[in-house]
């Protein structure tokens, strides 16, 4: 399963350290919605790419040795990966572009209004549950934010990342046929 911090904080969360997140492109399903809708998207739609920085690692249970190694591991991950925001995709995106496609994350609120994002999501991550916040600012092809990751129901085993995720518009989505 693919974790948020979108996907790297996450990733490291479940799976620890190691190799580096491949670029993918991730296309997701538009939600149904009247075309005049699309006035209230604080986001272009189209193709972004998403790049997160891992900043600070807290688990009760980690020696300094393993959290000093996540967030070194966490400064080598800024691939960007592309995600394809879709033209009818409301007045928020789907939780799936701030989470990755392999994710069942909701809402649990969500706000852009005169330049500042911010949004709480709820993930399943068994064991446990993921909570994602993010805060900062934003415009219509670019958005800069601080990310918390926040796993909890594990025990000794919970954890918070923290860091960045930016993202930059590129253009239009390609077609599916040419994927």
Same mark, same amino acid.
Do not use: K
């Given at each position: /399963?693919?974790?948020? /911090?979108?996907?790297?904080?996450?990733?490291l969360?479940?799976?620890?350290?190691?190799?580096?997140?491949?670029?993918?492109?991730?296309?997701?399903?538009? @939600?149904?919605?009247? !075309?005049?809708a /699309?006035?209230?998207?604080?986001?272009? !739609?189209?193709? =972004?790419?998403?790049?997160?920085?891992?900043?600070?690692?807290?688990?009760?249970a /980690?020696?300094?040795?393993?959290?000093?190694?996540?967030?070194?591991?966490?400064?080598?991950?800024?691939?960007?990966?592309?995600?394809?925001?879709?033209? @009818?995709?409301?007045?928020?995106?789907?939780?799936?572009? =701030?989470?990755? *496609?392999?994710?069942?994350?909701?809402?649990?609120?969500f706000?852009?209004?005169?330049?500042?994002?911010?949004?709480?999501?709820?993930?399943?991550?068994?064991?446990?549950?993921?909570?994602?916040?993010?805060?900062?600012?934003?415009?219509?092809?670019?958005? *800069?934010?601080?990310?918390?990751?926040?796993?909890?129901?594990?025990? *000794?085993?919970?954890?918070?990342?923290?860091?960045?995720?930016?993202?930059? =518009?590129?253009?239009?989505?390609?077609?599916?046929?040419?994927?």
């Amino acid at each position: /399963m693919r974790l948020p /911090m979108i996907p790297a904080a996450c990733a490291l969360i479940l799976a620890g350290c190691g190799e580096s997140p491949e670029e993918e492109t991730a296309q997701l399903d538009p @939600d149904t919605r009247e !075309p005049a809708a /699309m006035a209230t998207q604080p986001l272009r !739609p189209g193709l =972004w790419a998403l790049s997160e920085t891992i900043g600070e690692v807290d688990q009760a249970a /980690m020696r300094e040795e393993q959290e000093a190694e996540i967030e070194e591991d966490g400064d080598q991950r800024g691939e960007a990966r592309t995600v394809c925001l879709p033209l @009818d995709y409301a007045d928020r995106p789907p939780a799936q572009y =701030w989470s990755g *496609d392999d994710n069942i994350c909701d809402y649990d609120d969500f706000s852009a209004a005169d330049g500042a994002i911010r949004a709480t999501l709820s993930c399943n991550a068994t064991p446990g549950t993921l909570t994602v916040t993010i805060d900062g600012d934003y415009g219509a092809t670019a958005f *800069d934010t601080a990310m918390t990751v926040t796993r909890s129901g594990t025990g *000794d085993d919970d954890i918070t990342v923290s860091g960045r995720l930016e993202g930059e =518009w590129l253009g239009e989505c390609p077609d599916a046929d040419e994927e």
